[in-house]
Nanobody, 125 residues
Framework: EVRLVESGGGSVQAGGSLRLSCAVS????????MGWFRQVQGKARGRVAR???????TYAEAVKGRFTISKDSAKNTLYLQMNALKPGDTAMYYC???????????????????WGQGTQVTVSS
């Protein structure tokens, strides 16, 4: 059984930092495209960052230069380092795994087969 468990969310003031973690079990995640998504209540889930099996990363324009996605193969854990946080970053953050090596083939949330339960990030001004 594939299981993704996020942690690291919380409340922070604007300009602060948080690091989200996603512990993966049941699959060697490093062989797949992994991503971070976020969702505000009442809005569609949006892509934040993705990392392919070969380490290629892509970011949403809104987070470029502030967020960094990375993975630790030894720990089977995905990370999202978030710096210079803004109130607009407030959302529930989810990690997800797609059945492809390259995230080029997984641009949409519906392309991801496995999801964590989410972790809330709240940024106050």
């Amino acid at each position: 059984e594939v299981r993704l468990v996020e942690s690291g969310g919380g409340s922070v003031q604007a300009g602060g930092s948080l690091r989200l973690s996603c512990a993966v079990s049941g699959v060697t995640y490093s062989g797949f495209c992994m991503g971070w998504f976020r969702q505000v209540q009442g809005k569609a889930r949006g892509r934040v960052a993705r990392i392919s099996a070969d380490g290629t990363t892509t970011y949403a324009e809104a987070v470029k230069g502030r967020f960094t996605i990375s993975k630790d193969s030894a720990k089977n854990t995905l990370y999202l380092q978030m710096n210079a946080l803004k109130p607009g970053d407030t959302a529930m953050y989810y990690c997800a795994a797609a059945g492809f090596k390259s995230c080029e083939y997984a641009p949409l949330p519906t392309d991801y087969a496995y999801w964590g339960q989410g972790t809330q990030v709240t940024v106050s001004s």
